[in-house]
């Protein structure tokens, strides 16, 4: 199978750009550029992966925790299923945040709390590189993303474990929060929905 054969294979069940978006993940391209690869040849691991993650995605599993990563404030994040993918509204609270940081604080000590992937403590860190970010969560599987996210970005955040401010004893000049708010339910149709 050529990469031009995958996505006329993929096309048939899952939208063009998924299928480009899959098959540059299985292949180690990059997206924009997977159409310069259409005679190359896939290896059968390759084909039976392409395929698994086709079928997978049709199954409504969003495409991020199919390729672990999402693009999030111009920062390239491992997400799992142990954590949300963030949203597009998330990246209006960064920025939002950052503005109001920059306007009213010197080397600020910022917590993000309940940090799951860490989306939000480490966009904010990479564009406040005076900051003293702590990143919070209850979830060890969340933090434990959250420290891939760090380690592979090498922002210097610290990483702690706790139920809301239970293991907190710092102070800080701003605390963001964007905790799971939705029932269980809602959120596998949410996540079909934002990923159509």
Sequence with gaps: MTTEDAIIYGKKYISSTETKI?????MNHDTLEIINYLKEELTSDQEDLFKKLVESRKENIPVQYLTNSVNFYGLMLYVDKSVLIPRFETEELVENAIKLINERFVNPKILDL???SGAIGLAIKSKIYDSKVTMSDISK?????ANKNKENLKLDVEIIESDLFQNINDKFDCIISNPPYIKNDEEKEDIVKNNE
């Design 22 to 26: 899959l098959l540059a993940s299985v």
């Design 114 to 116: 309940c940090c799951g």
């Design 141 to 145: 599987e969340a933090l434990a993303v």
